[in-house]
């Protein structure tokens, strides 16, 4: 059975010019071993072949769709991110052909392109934590649709955040191909004023992250059974993105690097948005009591913070080959995250002037040279930052498990949740996040520690700081001690920090 993470169909760059030739979408136009009408086996074009209708998108035209069955959930339980792909091929199909209605070049710009985008790529994390929250919950085939709706959503939301995200910072790569705003710049270089082009491009990109968020909304909107409270988790999740979105904005501009401020806008801009939000929504249409649902969003807000800081740490020390994008993005962009800021503040606390002077001379440096890049990893190893944020993601994960643990759900969805949420932290579960296939539908998210090799030779942080907890240096002049404690209150995680 397929999985929707077996290969990256990225989209590729388009021919240059104002009316190209598309590469056409993955339609039943395209299907079949020996190639459509208009197209080739393997997706490609023609030539001279004319340009399809959006057809059925698929995420492989050689592979036949994914049997929905409602009545049947084992056959959805073994393949999760196939059956959100499913709903996901027949919604966007359906608004690529009235944005092509609207206008071509529209159409063939900006829709496609957001559709490919959310087809080609991505773990699905987000609607599989629906999906098994729902589950755990109680959930059966009532509910199913409206889940794996919601999950597709989902979906459309992150391709829209991405996208935007790029923009912003100037992205070059994006699951390793040209992002959404360069592609277009790329397209139309040949017919467009060149000091005009990467304008252009961000602008286009903009419209598109527009276009993908408002799919998201009608996607949810469609969900018609859905209950009061998933609309208002739906709600509340899109300010908590863009307020998060603006938080790091925020701190690149004024170079704020608190502790505090940082883990805010991590859990605003990633944890909420990708783990503690699918979870409470999967767990609303299951009609969870809120013991079940306190829970579920306790493990998902501290496993979602603890994502975001295997994150930066992967774009410091991870390897491009398996991030997509070039190492030290966040470094260059002088982006505040938890690392630096915990690099920063035990510098500080210890008198570190040469590692103050690296981090002064080196973030928010678009020009920063590898060799730059260098000093300021080993400033991160040396000052024990490094070896304190893999520290507090295997803090964050083990209180997560306990959360989950500390409520009834579904002995097989809690065993799903615990590897996928495992999975999404890159901290060891013993198991993969499905039954019997790879992840729940898809492969695992890959667990960080494999492209974000360990700092087991960092010096200890009680040896860069004699008398202090281990771990812990307070930031001078701050009332946030550092402490896993004040973390999760920064983030405004809610109950007693066991």
């Given at each position: 059975m397929r999985s929707s993470q077996a290969k990256d169909h990225s989209v590729a760059g388009a021919a240059p010019g104002p009316h190209p030739e598309p590469r056409p979408l993955r339609s039943e136009h395209t299907r079949g071993s020996a190639g459509g009408a208009h197209g080739a086996a393997d997706g490609t074009a023609r030539p001279g072949g004319g340009r399809p209708g959006p057809g059925r998108l698929t995420e492989d035209p050689r592979l036949p769709r994914f049997p929905l069955d409602m009545d049947d959930l084992h056959v959805i339980d073994t393949e999760v991110s196939a059956a959100v792909g499913r709903v996901l091929e027949d919604h966007?199909?359906?608004?690529?052909?009235?944005?092509?209605?609207?206008?071509?070049?529209?159409?063939?710009?900006?829709?496609?392109?957001?559709?490919?985008?959310?087809?080609?790529?991505?773990?699905?994390?987000?609607?599989?934590?629906?999906?098994?929250?729902?589950?755990?919950?109680?959930?059966?085939?009532?509910?199913?649709e409206a889940a794996l709706r919601v999950g597709a959503a989902l979906e459309l939301?992150?391709?829209?955040?991405?996208?935007?995200?790029?923009?912003?910072?100037?992205?070059?790569?994006?699951?390793?191909?040209?992002?959404?705003?360069?592609?277009?710049a790329a397209q139309y270089a040949d017919s467009v004023p060149r000091e005009l082009g990467p304008r252009f491009g961000e602008a286009a990109a903009i419209?598109?992250?527009?276009?993908?968020?408002?799919?998201?909304?009608?996607?949810?909107?469609?969900?018609?059974?859905?209950?009061?409270?998933?609309?208002?988790?739906?709600?509340?999740?899109?300010?908590e993105m863009v307020a998060g979105q603006y938080l790091d904005l925020h701190g690149q501009a004024t170079s704020s690097r608190s502790l505090a401020r940082?883990?805010?806008?991590?859990?605003?801009?990633?944890?909420?948005?990708?783990?503690?939000?699918?979870?409470?929504?999967?767990?609303?249409?299951?009609?969870?009591?809120?013991?079940?649902?306190?829970?579920?969003?306790?493990?998902?807000?501290?496993?979602?913070?603890?994502?975001?800081?295997?994150?930066?740490?992967?774009?410091?020390?991870?390897?491009?080959?398996?991030?997509g994008k070039p190492v030290g993005g966040d470094i260059r962009a002088g982006k505040p995250t938890y690392l630096v800021a915990l690099a920063q503040a035990r510098a500080e606390a210890t008198g570190d002037r040469h590692g103050l002077?690296?981090?002064?001379?080196?973030?928010?440096?678009?020009?920063?040279?590898?060799?730059?890049?260098?000093?300021?990893?080993?400033?991160?190893?040396?000052?024990?930052?490094?070896?304190?944020?893999?520290?507090?993601?295997?803090?964050?994960?083990?209180?997560?498990?306990?959360?989950?643990?500390?409520?009834?759900?579904?002995?097989?969805?809690?065993?799903?949740?615990?590897?996928?949420?495992?999975?999404?932290?890159?901290?060891?579960?013993?198991?993969?996040?499905?039954?019997?296939?790879?992840?729940?539908?898809?492969?695992?998210?890959?667990?960080?520690?494999?492209?974000?090799p360990s700092a087991s030779s960092a010096p200890s942080a009680s040896a860069v700081s004699p008398g202090a907890p281990p771990g812990e240096v307070p930031p001078p002049g701050t009332q946030d001690d550092g402490t896993h404690a004040s973390l999760?209150?920064?983030?405004?995680?809610?109950?007693a920090v066991r």
């Open positions: 966007l199909a359906e608004r690529v052909e009235r944005a092509a209605a609207l206008d071509p070049v529209f159409g063939h710009d900006l829709a496609e392109r957001v559709a490919r985008f959310t087809l080609d790529g991505g773990k699905r994390i987000r609607s599989r934590f629906v999906w098994w929250a729902l589950r755990a919950c109680g959930g059966g085939p009532r509910e199913a939301i992150q391709t829209g955040a991405l996208v935007h995200d790029d923009v912003m910072d100037d992205a070059r790569l994006r699951r390793g191909r040209p992002a959404l705003h360069v592609d277009v419209l598109a992250g527009d276009l993908s968020l408002a799919w998201a909304d009608d996607l949810l909107a469609s969900v018609g059974t859905a209950p009061v409270a998933v609309r208002d988790l739906w709600s509340a999740m899109r300010t940082a883990i805010r806008a991590a859990c605003l801009k990633s944890a909420l948005y990708s783990v503690e939000r699918p979870l409470a929504l999967g767990a609303a249409l299951a009609g969870a009591d809120a013991a079940r649902s306190e829970a579920l969003c306790a493990a998902g807000r501290r496993v979602g913070i603890a994502f975001q800081l295997r994150d930066d740490l992967a774009d410091v020390f991870g390897d491009p080959r398996r991030t002077a690296v981090l002064r001379r080196s973030l928010g440096r678009a020009d920063l040279s590898d060799n730059r890049l260098e000093e300021v990893r080993d400033v991160l190893v040396t000052t024990g930052a490094r070896t304190i944020v893999e520290a507090r993601i295997e803090r964050l994960v083990a209180q997560g498990m306990r959360h989950l643990d500390s409520v009834p759900l579904e002995p097989d969805a809690r065993r799903r949740l615990r590897e996928l949420l495992h999975a999404t932290a890159g901290t060891a579960s013993g198991g993969t996040a499905s039954g019997g296939t790879a992840s729940g539908g898809g492969t695992a998210p890959t667990a960080a520690p494999s492209s974000v999760l209150l920064a983030a405004g995680a809610e109950g």
